[in-house]
């Protein structure tokens, strides 16, 4: 079993930055494809970011350029470094664990998930 903490998240305007971490407990994170999802209010959850277990990273496009997800196994703990947002980014971001290593864009392949921060950006 694993536990996600997901923090960081908070208000922040325009055109500002924030790092989310998710924090791992009741297994090591290292051979597991980790991702970030976000649900806004009336929304479908949507992917954000992932990475593999090798390293890999892939972005939608919507945060491409912008967010930078990384891992540090030694911590078992996962970031997503959010530059240049955009009032659009306002949601609650999940962090979510996938078992296989690799890290999906759909939610249904990811066997854990944390309760989410909520991340809100104003104009």
């Known amino acids: 079993q694993v536990q996600l903490v997901e923090s960081g998240g908070g208000l922040v305007q325009a055109g500002g930055s924030l790092r989310l971490s998710c924090a791992a407990s009741?297994?090591?994170?290292?051979?597991?494809?980790m991702g970030w999802f976000r649900q806004a209010p009336g929304k479908e959850r949507e992917f954000v970011a992932a990475?593999?277990?090798?390293?890999?990273?892939f972005y939608a496009d919507s945060v491409k350029g912008r967010f930078t997800i990384s891992r540090d196994n030694a911590k078992n703990t996962v970031y997503l470094q959010m530059n240049s947002l955009k009032p659009e980014d306002t949601a609650r971001y999940y962090c979510?664990?996938?078992?296989?290593?690799?890290?999906?864009?759909?939610?249904?392949?990811?066997?854990?998930w944390g309760q989410g921060t909520q991340v809100t950006v104003s104009s």
């Open positions: 990475i593999r277990r090798g390293g890999s990273t």
């Open positions: 979510a664990a996938d078992t296989d290593g690799l890290g999906p864009n759909n939610p249904y392949e990811y066997d854990y």
């Open positions: 009741g297994r090591t994170l290292r051979s597991y494809g």
